[in-house]
């Protein structure tokens, strides 16, 4: 499910099965990185949404965490450990965040949820179809990660 109208309604009548939580996570700015940082905001949205697909009726994939990369580490850390505490609040048993923000991995110890980091692929001179085939192939990786942590607990 996404966060849309249509899910989000059927969220509510299907709460007690959907256990999981998605937030990407993108970084924003417009010195030197923001090429980068674009190339993650046009890979990760691409991953979750296809991970979602793939899990759809037990996890929920949310808008993403988006945030300046000139924020103090401090002030992105407490925001998202933020929304994860509130999340678990909802009932949410797991959430992970997905990333190819290399912030993330520093500070990994000090989130209240499970990180995914991922290398981003830059995209903007792919075809289609090999696009297409990268994504799978991250997604394919994905699944095994979700699955295997959701064993654990």
Not at 12 to 25: G, M
Not at 116 to 140: A, N, R, T
Request: zero cysteines; aromatic letters at 12%.
């Amino acid at each position: 499910m996404i966060w849309n109208t249509k899910d989000i309604l059927l969220y509510f009548q299907e709460k007690k099965y959907i256990d999981t939580a998605v937030i990407p996570l993108l970084p924003v700015s417009f010195g030197e990185d923001a090429k980068q940082e674009a190339d993650q905001a046009e890979f990760i949205p691409l991953v979750t949404a296809l991970l979602e697909k793939q899990f759809k009726g037990r996890m929920l994939l949310l808008p993403p965490y988006t945030y300046f990369s000139t924020e103090s580490d401090e002030q992105k850390k407490n925001r998202l450990n933020e929304w994860t505490t509130n999340l678990k609040d909802q009932g949410f048993t797991h959430v992970f965040l997905v990333t190819s923000d290399s912030f993330w991995r520093l500070a990994e110890d000090e989130m209240a949820s499970e990180l995914i980091w991922l290398p981003s692929i830059p995209m903007e001179h792919m075809d289609g179809k090999y696009k297409q085939k990268m994504i799978e192939d991250q997604v394919s990786q994905l699944l095994k990660i979700v699955v295997g942590k959701w064993q654990k607990n």
